[in-house]
């Protein structure tokens, strides 16, 4: 019953491949997010999406390919694996409007060869 | 004891003492805030928020505090026990067309030692 779930938990790949990231929640919320956090535990927003539609994409490259599906899913795909991807991307969710809290999934660890 | 989050510095309290995890925000707009706690090899955590019509707020052994002249957060945590230890973030909300916007500070560190 995790109310924010997300796989794989780990990846590891090589460079130049293409990988997916799924995340689901059963919260009932509209919006969902992509979070990235770098070795430094810096967390930065990427995108979110409310009820499917792309709200905030934080000039992230455009290897980076959300998709939502319907408004319980959000994943993300990406193209073309560099170094510099490693790193723990983190789902998350709220309900719809200002001001709420954000309740994250567990994490996957990217790791690129 | 009490530490600024910057380069995710550590914050190293004795178990039983109170702990005061301090945060500098940026946009003097926000009127959202939060903390996070996050353990090893999961995800972050809500502990407790604040709006910005607030100075103060108190939650269980949990306290944060809004300084919106100096825009200075901070949390502490009363009788620190072994399971408190973790990365702590306070986050600043903005609210933009649909979408909650939560930026980070860049984390506190805190160990609590026996």
């Known amino acids: 019953d995790t109310a924010v779930s997300q796989t794989p938990k780990y990846l590891v790949t090589q460079m130049g491949n293409d990988k997916s990231i799924k995340c689901e929640q059963n919260?009932?919320?509209?919006?969902m997010y992509w979070y990235k956090q770098d070795s430094k535990k810096f967390l930065k927003i990427m995108f979110s999406?409310?009820?499917?539609?792309?709200?905030i994409n934080e000039t992230v490259p455009n290897r980076f390919s959300p998709k939502s599906p319907d408004k319980a899913h959000l994943n993300l795909h990406i193209n073309s694996l560099e170094l510099g991807d490693s790193a723990v991307y983190f789902c998350?969710?709220?309900?719809?409007?200002?001001?709420?809290?954000?309740?994250f999934g567990s994490g996957t660890q990217l790791s690129v060869l | 004891g009490e530490s600024v989050g910057l380069h995710l510095p550590t914050l190293s309290v004795q178990e039983g003492d109170n702990s005061i995890i301090n945060c500098a925000y940026s946009?003097?707009?926000?009127?959202?805030f939060i903390w996070y706690k996050q353990e090893s090899g999961k995800g972050p955590q809500f502990i407790i928020d604040?709006?910005?019509?607030?100075d103060k707020r108190q939650g269980q052994r949990v306290t944060v505090l809004l300084n919106k002249t100096v825009k200075h957060l901070s949390l502490q945590i009363a009788a620190t026990q072994p399971g408190d230890s973790a990365v702590y973030f306070c986050?600043?909300?903005?609210?933009?067309?649909?979408?909650?916007?939560?930026?980070f500070g860049t984390g506190t560190q805190l160990k609590v030692e026996l």
């Open positions: 998350a969710s709220s309900p719809l409007g200002g001001n709420e809290k954000l309740f």
């Open positions: 919260l009932g919320h509209d919006t």
């Open positions: 999406y409310n009820n499917k539609e792309l709200i």
């Open positions: 946009n003097s707009a926000s009127d959202y």
């Open positions: 604040i709006r910005s019509n607030m």
């Open positions: 986050a600043e909300n903005s609210y933009t067309g649909g979408g909650n916007k939560l930026t």
